[in-house]
């Protein structure tokens, strides 16, 4: 399957996610859609990014945007984390990296001299109409989830 462009159609896609839901890209069409993929539940990172969207998303769903954060976690594992830290947003298991391969986030990494394939914090900003009009790749947290904001304000 090709990857995603800018400017062009996001193909639809379906996928399981918390509160025992399959996502379908198609049935969110008339709202914007913001997809952050991360690496692990529960880790530093992955946790303060997803309480920066959380801490926000009242200013999202005043825009008609959802959120959805999407690793390769399974759902049990997403259902703790998304209990936890008490996430509006619903988290997508992609076990099977379908989605990781349709947006092109799985990158050679290095940790402690290991190299791994990984998952690359990315954000992909999807408008009502199902067209791809912003992503960010290679993502730094701090300040990234106002970032995703004044993008989907400025649609």
Known sequence: MPSVELN?????????????????LDDLKG???VIYFYPKDNTPGCT?????????????????TVIFGVSRDGLKAHENFR????FP??????????????????????LYGKEY????????LID???VLRAEWRGVKVK?????????????
């Open 128 to 130: 009502k109409d199902g």
């Open 143 to 155: 300040g990234h989830a106002d970032e995703v904001l004044e993008a989907v304000k400025a649609l």
């Open 8 to 24: 062009k159609p996001v193909p639809d896609f379906e996928a399981a996610a918390t509160g025992d839901q399959t996502i379908r």
């Open 89 to 110: 947003f619903h988290l997508i298991s992609d076990k099977d990296e379908a989605l990781c391969s349709l947006f092109d986030v799985i990158k050679l990494k290095k």
């Open 48 to 64: 303060t990014e997803g309480q920066d969207f959380r801490d926000r998303m009242k200013q999202f769903e005043e825009l008609d």
């Open 117 to 124: 394939m990984g998952v690359d914090r990315s954000t992909f």
């Open 31 to 33: 709202q914007n859609v």
């Open 83 to 86: 209990a936890k830290h008490e």
